[in-house]
Every structure is written in C-alpha cells, then in structure tokens.
C-alpha cells in the first residue's frame, strides 16, 4: 500500500500539497485522558492546521448513554457534520496532537458511517509543527453542506457479541491498553472498573503500532507487530481498549495491511470492566 492513501493514512507532505483543495475537509481531533494533563480544545483555539475544524469526540457522541463518547446517533451526525461544512464528496482528513492517538476513532466513526474518504494524518499536529508547516489560531468560516450516511453495523460490536466472541473463539478479540492494564497489574484509570481483560483476548498495546515519531509503521512492520502478538490474521478481529478511542488505531492498523475483517468493541473497558456477571481474566491468559 503506498504510504499515503485517501482512505486510511496521509502524510504531512501529502496533506501540506492538498490543503488548498475546495473539497479537502480538515479536523483536529484531539482527546486526551485526564492525566495526561492536556486540553484539547485550548490546544486548537491556540494553534491548528489551516481550516481545520474541532471534532469533540465527547461531544458527537451519544449522550443519553453512560458510557464516555459512545457512538452518536446517525441523526446526531448527519446534524454535526452539516454543521461543520463536511458533507458529500469531500475528502477528510483528521489528526490530532498526540501522533496518531484519537484520530483514528473518527476514521473508524466516518467508516461506520460509511463514509470512506478519510484518512488519519500520519504522525498528526505534532508532526506537522515540527516541520514548521503553516498553522493558524482563528476557527474556519462554515457552509452547511448536505451529507447522506449509510451506516455499517458490522464494524461495530456490542457488549453480547463480544461475549459470544469470547466463548466461541472465532474472532481474534485485540486489546490496544498497556500490558500492566490487560495483566490487571495497574488499576484501570476510570472509577469502579474491574481490572485484567476480556477472556481468550490478545495484548497489543497502540504503541507497539506507532514508530518513536508517532508515525504508523510500515505494512511490514504492522505485520510484525501482529505476529509477535500471537494474533491469527486470518480471524475476523475485534479490538477493544478502555473507551473504544486507542482500539481504533488497530483497526486503522488492519486496513493498512489489507485486513478488512474488523470490527469495534464500542463499550470496550469501560462496559465490560464494569459488570460483575461478565468474566475477567488477569495475567498473561
């Protein structure tokens, strides 16, 4: 796969040449969780890349549930995008400050929805500054434009599927939070949450995806990573994290190396780390 494709990942480069196009679509998608010690929004209202538009992750989100940032109705989004100036025809591309972090959770939501002119800025914002391309401090001026949503229920998974996926084995069901979380050796960073993992589940923390730049590997090396995991690539795959946010970078990580049996655990850690019926394994199991 070439290294910047319209449909998964863009480099800075790619981007800085199109981003004049009438129909290129930009978003800084930036999320952090709370110790990280970093706001997203005053982040964006201080420095972005030119025309972008802030995607609040919290808040397209379903807000009846409660769960964090859950899957927003379809009407919810088709209501925000308009809102945003994004509709059909126009080529997206997202990024947010921490490498590849958030980002790939709106690439997975846009595809949900069907929509698949979407791509991740490879490396994000922090890239971008360091090669000192053009930023800016004033939000875009925003057009409604008209947006059609075919959503794809097989790319998400709820909490019965998983498991049934877990007691059946025929899904590879990856975990992108750190090993010390799947071991259930760190406590989980949100209140009242068991630790450990889903049982029959893979460690493969997000990083392990990223080169030191906050880059994503290269298809060979994405391979690799999957691999040394124990991961069986012929399975269709499940991935799960804490709040269905890092998970997606897996997913994003399966497109690139033409795996494109995959779904998302939306409620992830947070739902299934808080029912006591649901079985929870600790260690290496």
């Given amino acids: 796969m070439p290294h910047s494709d319209p449909k998964t990942l863009v480099s800075t480069g790619w981007l800085a040449a199109h981003l004049k196009d ?150 590879e069901i990856v975990d992108a939070r750190s090993l010390a979380r799947f071991r259930g050796e760190e406590p989980e960073p949100r209140a009242g949450l068991r630790s450990g993992h889903i049982p029959r589940s893979h460690s493969l923390h997000y990083r392990e995806l990223l080169n030191d730049d906050g880059t994503l590997k290269t298809p060979k090396g994405l391979n690799a990573a999957f691999t040394s995991a124990g991961i069986n690539l012929k399975k269709p795959i499940i991935t799960t994290c804490g709040s269905g946010v890092t998970a997606a970078i897996i997913n994003l990580a399966l497109e690139r190396i033409g795996h494109d049996r995959h779904s998302l655990y939306d409620g992830s850690w947070s739902e299934w780390g808080m029912y006591g019926d649901l079985a929870v394994e600790t260690g290496d199991t």
């Fill in 22 to 171: 009438p129909d290129l679509r930009v978003f800084d998608a930036s999320w952090y969780l709370d110790d990280m010690g970093r706001n997203a929004r005053d982040e964006y209202n201080a420095s972005h890349i030119p025309g972008a538009r802030y995607f609040d992750i919290d808040e397209i989100s379903d807000l009846r549930s409660d769960l964090p940032h859950t899957i927003p109705p379809v009407e919810k989004f088709i209501s925000r995008m308009r809102a945003m100036g994004v509709g059909d025809g126009h080529q997206v591309v997202v990024s947010d400050g921490d490498g590849i972090f958030s980002a790939a959770r709106v690439w997975w939501m846009f595809r949900l929805m069907g929509k698949t002119d979407i791509a991740v800025l490879d490396g994000g914002f922090g890239k971008w500054q360091a090669e000192g391309r053009a930023v800016e401090d004033m939000p875009p001026i925003l057009r409604d434009r008209h947006i059609t949503v075919q959503r794809q229920a097989h790319l998400v998974k709820d909490v019965t599927q998983v498991a049934a996926a877990a007691k059946l084995g025929d899904y």
